[in-house]
Each structure stands twice: as C-alpha cells, then as structure tokens.
C-alpha cells in the first residue's frame, strides 16, 4: 500500500486512474441505487455488453477513415443509448418474450464489436480493454468526457427524482397522477446506459454489472431511503474503486478484476453477516 | 337523464385473451355515493375499477367519469390498488409514499414543495397515522400499510375515491376505523369501495354492487343471505344491523 501511495505522487496516470474510479463511482452509486430496487440489472447487463458494438464500430471507423476524433467511447454512449431504448420498448411491448429478446440483443451487440475489431486493422489487443477494462490508460480527455457524463446522470437524477422513485414503487399509481411512466422508465435506462459507459472505462463491459449492483445492494441494508442508499453507495464504490486500484498495484494485476472481486468479497462478508446476526 | 353521472358505463365488455370478464355491463353513479362492489374472485370487480380509471381500455361500450374520458378525468381520481402487489422491501418512507399522491404531468420536480408536504401530512393525519410519517414504508404492518396508501389516495384531495380492498390485512377495529374514515368524507368524495366482508359495509355504504360478468345494483337494504348466496354460490354468514331487510336476488335470470 506504501508502494502504491508513493506511485500516486510520482505518476500522472495512476492519479488519472484514481479520479476516473472516483468519477465513475459518483454516477454508479446513484444509478445503481435505481436498478437494483426497480430490478433491472439484467437489462443493465443487455446495455453493458452492446456497448462492444459501438466501441467495435467507432474503432473501425477511426482506423478505416483516419476519423482520429472518434474514440471508442463516443461510439460506446451512442451503442449504450441506442440499446437501452430498444431493450426499454421490448420491456414495455414484447412481455410475452422479453427475456428471450433480451437476452439476445446481449448477445448480438457483443458479436457486432467482435466482427468490427476483427475487421479493423492492426493488432486488436484493444479487445481485452474494452471487455475488462483498463483505468490506467484513462487519458485526461476521458476524464473530461467522464464528468460530462456524471454531471448530466446526476442532475437528471435530481431533477426526476421524484416521479422515478414513484415509477420503480408503484407505475401504475404514477400513471395515474399523470406520470408518463414509460418515458420515466426509458429515462431510466438511459441513465443506466451512460452509467455503464463510465463504469465500462474502469472495469471493463464484461465487469460492469457487478460494480453497478453491489455497492447499491450492500448500502441497502443500512439505509431505508433511495437517497440514502445511493449517497453511501457512491462511498462503497469510491471505497472499491480505489482499494482495487491500490490492491492491483504492487502485484501488477488486472485492476478491474481486483475491483470486482473486492466488491464481491465485501457483498459477500456483509450478507454472511447479517444472516449470522439475524440468528444470534 | 338530467344531471351528468359521476360514472357512467355504457354496455362495457371486457376480457384477457378471449375469456369475458365483464360482458355488456352498465352502471351509473351519481355524485356523493358510498358504493361496495361485491362479488367472487375472478367475477371483474377490479377490472371494472381499471376501467374506471383508464388504465384498461373498454373492448366493447364506453367509459365515462365526469362526463370525460377517464384519462382525462385522472387528476380527479384517487386510488387505492389491491393489497400486497407492491415490493415489501422497498427503501422508501411513509411521507414519501404519500407524496407520491402528489404527483402530477409537471408537480414534484426537483424539492416537494413545503405546500405539498403539508398536504400530505395533513392526509396522513385523515387516516390517523401522522406519528408514521418519518418510518420506513417496509417496516410497517400490513393495515398501517393499507392506512398510509389510502392517506396517497386522499393527498391530491380526489372528488372519487376507488378502491380495491382497503380493510384487506386490516385487524377488524382498524377496519371499522377506515369504514368510518370514508363514511366521513360524504358527500364531498364519492367512494367506490371492492370489498369481501359486505356484513361490515352494509352499515356504511347506501349502494351495493354485484359484480360477476355482469353487474347489479342494489340499495344496501336488499342486501341479505339469499342475495350473498346468490352471488358466491353458497350461503354466508352476515352480521345483520338495524335496518329492515328485505329478500331480493342479485341476479333475476
């Protein structure tokens, strides 16, 4: 851990790697804290995994066309917003089929990102980063984008917070106050998505789902309203984040698989300890 | 007809998939009504508050409530869903399951308004469970519960009240408090109340509905064995109250 703090000072990328979990951690902890009681983390899963289209896509894009200015991740917010209205319309129409077609666009969205970075010139070593991430390689530029990004998750958020804690209790009393629930319920995966393309920077879009959920899940047993769910998921997130970087760093592990593991162990030790308490 | 009907349903039919739920039914009810809809499981009554509230849509006939659409006639609704259908674990707090009767296309943006707190408390107060308002929605009892989304019902201030089983999970003198409690919003709010023990209501309501695939209505003094026996196939026992009882049948044909 000493090792890790004296890098800290000395390298401009592992602060860059520090801010970028800390960044993300601000938009995982509220918008976690929305799929996990509205229950969606499996179309959060659907959304995360087709963002491989839009990085595959905007890569090829770049390299073919000399487009320098596409970064993956632009084609990730594109590919994430894009999958989180269709997954929202098969939710609210296909119900007889929805998780079949759920599970599907998961699925089809991964094998567009492969075909286009196999299409793509050069070496595809950028796969293995888009899958389980890389927060080292955060450029300040991401940073930028990822705040762009957070501010306008959270003030949305805010705004709405509202009329989306009245959707995911009970939609159908929202639709009778006049609440357009369905739109509510796509602004929501909307938020989901732009939350994924965050976290997918820092752990990778392979990862994603575990950091979304397990901070929200593990504040849920210490917190009985949203807000307070979601501040403390963010401090359990920064508190991943951070100790999976820190972790990760003497060894020379992949740091989004510590992160995750982390979040994991503690989801796990927290559960295992109230079912003790409980039957004490 | 003189004056316009509150609710007016014009030879509704509705059914899932294919079987009739309710078929060519029609009913009229006129402002300041205390009605229960009573009738067997399965026999439509929720279906015809859906109904009522737009949140199903007529296959045959026509909905009317205030002389309007129902989805237009919404924000003069309020409504009390069955029992039990929400998340028992959700992390939310009485006030702010109250104030989610507060809601409109455009209120509640950003901060509650210090008006619309008021008025939500002063809804928890009508259902005598102001001193609730700070606890965890998942903390409660079952009949708290029901109290705290009856008070959602009442915060918008509805001039018609629907609901679905509101003395479900409620201990019988808490039952008798919330029969009193809406009694005592007449004439202000017509109430249309679905309900199992009709020997509690009798004394309350001055309507009853009979709903199986068809609907009949009945001033509460016909209501008597024969009638409940007649619409759940097999006779019940009914507490009976001061008023003269008259035979009659829920169904002539």
Same mark, same amino acid.
């Given at each position: ?280 | ?72 006639? &919404? =924000?003069?609704?309020?409504? /009390?869903?069955?029992? !039990?259908? $929400?998340? %028992?674990?959700?992390? #939310? ?79 019988? &003198? =808490?039952?008798?408090?919330? /029969?009193?409690?809406? !009694?005592? $919003?007449? %004439?202000?709010?017509? #109430? ?62």
């Amino acid at each position: 851990m000493a090792e890790f703090l004296a890098a800290l000072s000395q390298h401009a990328f592992l602060q860059q790697a520090l801010l970028a979990g800390l960044l993300a951690s601000l938009a995982c902890g509220v918008i976690g804290a929305y799929v996990v009681v509205r229950r969606i983390s499996y179309l959060a899963g659907a959304i995360a995994h087709s963002v491989l289209g839009g990085m595959g896509l905007a890569r090829y894009l770049a390299v073919t066309q000399g487009w320098a200015w596409l970064h993956p991740l632009y084609g990730a917010v594109a590919a994430a917003l894009a999958a989180a209205l269709v997954v929202g319309l098969v939710t609210l129409k296909a119900r007889q089929r929805e998780d079949t077609i759920i599970g599907a666009i998961w699925a089809v969205g991964m094998a567009v990102g492969v075909l286009f970075i196999a299409a793509t010139p050069g070496y595809d070593v950028e796969l293995m980063s888009y899958l389980f991430g890389n927060i080292l390689m955060v450029t300040p530029a991401n940073l930028w984008l990822m705040l762009g990004l957070d501010l306008l998750a959270l003030a949305v958020a805010f705004v709405f917070h509202n009329q989306l804690l009245a959707v995911c209790f009970d939609e159908e009393f929202a639709r009778l106050r006049g609440v357009n629930s369905n739109l509510y319920f796509l602004l929501l995966l909307a938020l989901t998505a732009l939350t994924v393309v965050l976290l997918s920077t820092v752990v990778g879009i392979i990862l994603v789902i575990a950091l979304l959920t397990l901070p929200a899940a593990i504040a849920a047993n210490y917190a009985r309203r949203l807000w307070q769910i979601m501040a403390l998921a963010v401090l359990i997130s920064m508190a991943f984040t951070t100790g999976g970087l820190a972790l990760s760093y003497g060894p020379d592990l992949p740091a989004g698989a510590v992160i995750i593991v982390l979040a994991g162990a503690a989801y796990l030790l927290v559960s295992a300890g109230r079912w003790l308490f409980r039957r004490a | 007809m003189a004056a316009v009907a509150l609710i007016a349903l014009d030879r509704v039919s509705f059914g899932y998939n294919g079987h009739p739920v309710l078929s060519e039914v029609s009913l009229e009810v006129a402002a300041g009504e205390f009605l229960a809809l009573v009738g067997p499981n399965g026999g439509g009554k929720t279906t015809l508050l859906k109904l009522i509230l737009g949140l199903l849509m007529p296959q045959q006939g026509r909905v009317l409530v205030f002389g309007r659409p129902p989805a237009k006639a &919404r =924000g003069r609704m309020g409504y /009390l869903p069955q029992h !039990a259908y $929400l998340d %028992p674990s959700f992390p #939310v707090t009485v006030l702010e399951v109250v104030l989610m009767g507060r809601l409109g296309p455009r209120a509640g943006l950003g901060l509650w308004s210090r008006g619309d707190r008021q008025a939500a408390l002063q809804a928890l107060e009508q259902v005598q469970a102001a001193h609730l308002a700070g606890r965890g929605f998942a903390e409660l009892s079952g009949g708290q519960r029901q109290r705290v989304l009856i008070a959602r019902a009442l915060a918008a201030s509805p001039e018609l009240l629907l609901l679905d089983e509101p003395t479900a999970g409620v201990d019988p &003198r =808490g039952e008798e408090d919330v /029969l009193g409690l809406l !009694a005592a $919003l007449q %004439p202000r709010v017509t #109430v249309l109340m679905v309900t199992h023990d009709l020997h509690f209501v009798s004394a309350y309501v001055n309507q009853v509905v009979c709903v199986n695939r068809r609907v009949a209505l009945h001033p509460t003094q016909e209501v008597d064995d024969q009638l409940i026996a007649d619409l759940y196939g097999r006779p019940m026992r009914m507490v009976r109250h001061d008023q003269h009882l008259e035979g009659g049948e829920c169904f002539h044909g």
